[in-house]
């Protein structure tokens, strides 16, 4: 597994609708500090669902609204949750990861 990239997208279980456009698809970007503020990694860290509703209109692309973002399927919060998870994880927790993987990797 390599470093965390800079953004992750992915189709959205419940597509937005925004008047008569639809919203199939998001990118999450990786926060900057100044789109962190007023949050704490630890509400990020442990998925809050607050922290992540208020973080996710400030990350995503297309823009989305915070009555968007409070609107969003959970699938498509749990999504973001693990994209932001992603972000933040440090190099010790990607390394227990690779070994768990190649642990459980079925043996040819």
């Given at each position: 597994m390599s470093e965390s990239s800079a953004s992750h997208t992915f189709a959205l279980v419940a597509p937005i609708k925004r008047g008569e456009t639809s919203i199939e698809s998001l990118t999450i970007r990786k926060p900057s500090a100044g789109q962190l503020r007023g949050l704490s990694l630890q509400s990020l860290l442990?998925?809050?669902?607050?922290?992540?509703?208020?973080?996710?209109?400030?990350?995503?692309?297309?823009?989305?609204?915070?009555?968007?973002?409070?609107?969003?399927?959970?699938?498509?919060?749990?999504?973001?949750?693990g994209a932001i998870r992603d972000f933040f994880m440090t190099q010790g927790e990607r390394k227990l990861l690779e070994m768990m993987i190649e642990q459980h990797a079925p043996k040819s």
């Open positions: 442990s998925l809050d669902i607050t922290a992540i509703l208020t973080v996710t209109p400030r990350i995503t692309m297309p823009p989305i609204t915070q009555a968007e973002a409070d609107d969003l399927d959970p699938a498509d919060l749990a999504e973001i949750g």
